[in-house]
């Protein structure tokens, strides 16, 4: 979850974003080369992913007064995507869910993807089929990732 302060004010970007979708659901939120997406497509399909993430286990399991500075309480998830509306869905669900959502480069390879995962401790990651078979070279090597 990301948590924006300003003042006495406090609020999420999931929870900013559901209130946008539930003003205006038949608005387009995103066009991306052939695709026209509304606020209502792509806020069932965030909800729909941020449940598939708690069903699980994935979210956050330390408070954050429960931990030091530079401490996570939370799964962290990598998102190994191209750009596209797959990549906001999966953002915005992790935060929905409460999962730590980071980017991990379509560039990389095998050992990049290996030290990038393996010292995050990621509990998850979200890829394409093309990745696949980068993917599944390294998955046996990968401790924490469920």
Known sequence: MVVLVNGDVTFNLSDVFGSVARAIPDE????WRDRRKTYAAIAGRITGFANYLASLGLGAHTERDGLAGHESGQD?????LRNGNEYLEAMIGSYRSRVAPFNVSYRYVEDELLYLLTDSKAKALVYPAEFAPRVAAIRDRLPHLR
């Open 28 to 31: 387009t939120f995103l066009v």
């Open 76 to 80: 962290h998830l990598g998102i190994y």
